[in-house]
């Protein structure tokens, strides 16, 4: 899997948008971009996944650049249970399947 | 639906000891995945199954570590011999096909004394 870059912490404060960064300039065209949380003490839980199109669902945004080589998470009001690590990774769409390759990801931090 | 279930949520065991962990996918599906994460660090992928099958076990150490998933029951992560360095949380994954979003248990929480 390609790899990516991911700021170490950001921080928050509650009610306000969050835009968590991730580097992946070695992408590959058939790459997906998948991020997944993880919460304190529990195991990760999957957020969202996009190719190239910008993609929405109940818990983010994900907005992917032109050229895919970064792309950026979006929690549009934080809150205290959104405090986690977030994992940006990359998954290879054509290799039948993929496990996950977790990194460092950032360790969000949200304030009251 | 349930999620998916890992027991036990916490495991103590003696150096030497042979340690038992659980998987329970969610309903439906029948890819199962091993991860550990110790102390201080990432997670790292053991070991990918389906029924009866191993597909990818590129990730499990070579020795003491094994892994299973019968046709009716839980998957299973086996360490025999136990040691101090093999403490840490083991989460097990689930999903309904290949390449699909994966879904976590709460993990299991192995102290080797």
């Known amino acids: 899997d390609a790899k990516t870059t991911q700021p170490n912490s950001m921080e928050s404060n509650e009610e306000e948008p969050v835009h968590l960064p991730c580097n992946h300039s070695?992408?590959?065209?058939?790459?997906?971009i998948h991020w997944y949380r993880q919460l304190p003490s529990q195991g990760p839980e999957y957020v969202i996944h996009g190719l190239t199109s910008n993609v929405n669902n109940r818990m983010a945004s994900l907005a992917i650049a032109e050229d895919r080589k970064s792309s950026t998470l979006i929690l549009h009001r934080a809150t205290l249970r959104d405090a986690a690590v977030y994992y940006c990774i990359l998954r290879d769409g054509n290799s039948g399947y993929s496990t996950l390759t977790f990194g460092k990801g950032t360790m969000l931090l949200v304030s009251p | 639906n349930a999620g998916v279930m890992q027991n036990p949520r916490h495991l103590v065991r003696r150096r030497g000891q042979e340690a038992r962990l659980r998987c329970s996918p969610m309903k439906g599906h029948s890819h199962v995945y091993w991860y550990r994460q110790l102390p201080e660090e990432g997670l790292k992928f053991m070991v990918y199954l389906q029924k009866e099958n191993i597909i990818d076990e590129s990730g499990m150490p070579k020795e003491r570590f094994s892994a299973e998933f019968p046709k009716e029951g839980p998957s299973i992560l086996r360490i025999q011999q136990v040691v101090r360095g093999d403490s840490a949380a083991y989460f097990c994954?689930?999903?309904?096909?290949?390449?699909?979003?994966?879904?976590f248990g709460p993990g299991t929480r192995l102290t080797v004394t």
């Open positions: 070695t992408i590959s065209g058939t790459d997906y």
């Open positions: 994954a689930s999903s309904p096909g290949r390449s699909y979003e994966q879904y």
